[in-house]
T-cell receptor, first 113, second 116 residues
Framework: KQEVTQIPAALSVPEGENLVLNCSFT??????LQWFRQDPGKGLTSLLLIQSSQREQTSGRLNASLDKSSGRSTLYIAASQPGDSATYLC????????????FGKGTSLLVTP | GAVVSQHPSRVICKSGTSVKIECRSLDFQATTMFWYRQFPKKSLMLMATSNEGSKATYEQGVEKDKFLINHASLTLSTLTVTSAHPEDSSFYICSARGSTSGKGQYFGPGTRLTVL
């Protein structure tokens, strides 16, 4: 069974800092990996999707990397802003699981002014 | 981008009643929809996968008679929580993918269910 772990569970940083969120997964037979943002009481917003054949994806201040062989992904946020405060979820889609996603518990990020 | 809506966004009901949650794809045809459940400070747990016009596939441990899923059209799936109990209180999120969605899913805004 795929286990997805996110570290740290919570993180507080001052505005302007660069930060890294970590995601690890136990089964490397993934189809893709996706990072989401979730604001309190809200649904999910997709940030970046990395196919299993890719090493990284970038969107604005966000960069996600994928090392499938070691079962790791990182989400790098540059020059953090208070508006980045949210919970960040990592999810993997297994090759043999159809299109369903396995989620980690998330990292709760607080960026203080 | 593709938009998925959910209705209602929040519902409070008495124990023993049934609650229906709708999930709609607004600007694309959703061949597959997924229903997830999220407990506080926990990850999203897949409950079931539904394909338009066929019976839903439930994950292990999810009672199909309690959580009725209908995917009658390419733009609408419903989740009915039957005879709801306080332990059913949770955040329910649907997602959808279409035949042209590429490799991603689009998530709804979620429904907060509170059973008194």
């Amino acid at each position: 069974k795929q286990e997805v772990t996110q570290i740290p569970a919570a993180l507080s940083v001052p505005e302007g800092e660069n930060l890294v969120l970590n995601c690890s997964f136990t089964d490397s037979a993934i189809y893709n990996l996706q990072w989401f943002r979730q604001d309190p009481g809200k649904g999910l917003t997709s940030l970046l999707l990395i196919q299993s054949s890719q090493r990284e994806q970038t969107s604005g201040r966000l960069n996600a990397s994928l090392d499938k062989s070691s079962g790791r992904s990182t989400l790098y946020i540059a020059a953090s802003q208070p508006g980045d405060s949210a919970t960040y979820l990592c999810a993997v889609r297994l090759r043999d699981s159809g299109y369903a996603l396995n989620f980690g518990k998330g990292t709760s990020l607080l960026v203080t002014p | 981008g593709a938009v998925v809506s959910q209705h209602p966004s929040r519902v409070i009901c008495k124990s023993g009643t049934s609650v229906k949650i709708e999930c709609r794809s607004l600007d694309f045809q959703a061949t597959t929809m997924f229903w997830y459940r999220q407990f506080p400070k926990k990850s999203l747990m897949l409950m079931a996968t539904s394909n338009e016009g066929s019976k839903a596939t439930y994950e292990q441990g999810v009672e199909k008679d309690k959580f009725l899923i209908n995917h009658a059209s390419l733009t609408l799936s419903t989740l009915t929580v039957t005879s709801a109990h306080p332990e059913d209180s949770s955040f329910y999120i649907c997602s959808a993918r279409g035949s042209t969605s590429g490799k991603g899913q689009y998530f709804g805004p979620g429904t907060r269910l509170t059973v008194l």
